[in-house]
């Protein structure tokens, strides 16, 4: 937990430091370096956001519920705030709610990306009845070229990403 904390704590410097760099960004050129780096953001945050929840699991025995529906991730803020999380990022860099799924067994965390669109509409129609394989396969491209993809957080890893800019 204090590991956790400690990375918590990084993050909020991270995002504080983001905010200065935000600003001081003003040449066209440097938009796709701006959305690399909220990208990080986004990969980073899923990370702590996973680990909560993993931890949450391990000491409740199941993860927390959205009764195996898409919903904002602030819905879920009671079961991991303060005791998992100090707070908890409910929007990704470009101001879109980060969105949660769970059916108790497995948990899905995902970020619409730079055009804050769903890759799939509705955001995917995944149920509780379906196999690991069907939520993987609705879900998860692995690393992408497409800049505007969802950014997808299943079950305690990535497994659907941007690639990282070859321009950083």
Request: charged fraction near 25%; charge should be negative.
């Amino acid at each position: 937990m204090r590991c956790l904390r400690a990375v918590v704590l990084m993050l909020l410097s991270v995002e504080s430091a983001w905010g200065c760099a935000e600003r001081n960004v003003k040449l066209a050129g440097h938009v796709a370096t701006v959305d690399a780096r909220k990208q990080g953001v986004v990969l980073l945050e899923q990370r702590l956001l996973g680990e909560a929840i993993e931890t949450f699991a391990l000491d409740r025995g199941v993860y927390p519920s959205s009764d195996g529906q898409f919903v904002d991730l602030s819905e879920i803020a009671p079961n991991l705030v303060p005791e998992y999380l100090p707070r908890l990022p409910r929007v990704d860099p470009w101001g879109a709610p980060y969105r949660y799924w769970s059916d108790g067994k497995r948990y899905v965390v995902i970020s619409f990306g730079t055009d804050s669109e769903p890759d799939v509409e509705p955001p995917v129609s995944i149920t509780p009845g379906d196999s690991d394989e069907e939520i993987r396969s609705a879900l998860c491209r692995g690393e992408t070229q497409d800049a505007a993809a969802d950014i997808v957080w299943l079950d305690g890893n990535h497994c659907q990403w941007p690639r990282a800019s070859s321009s950083e």
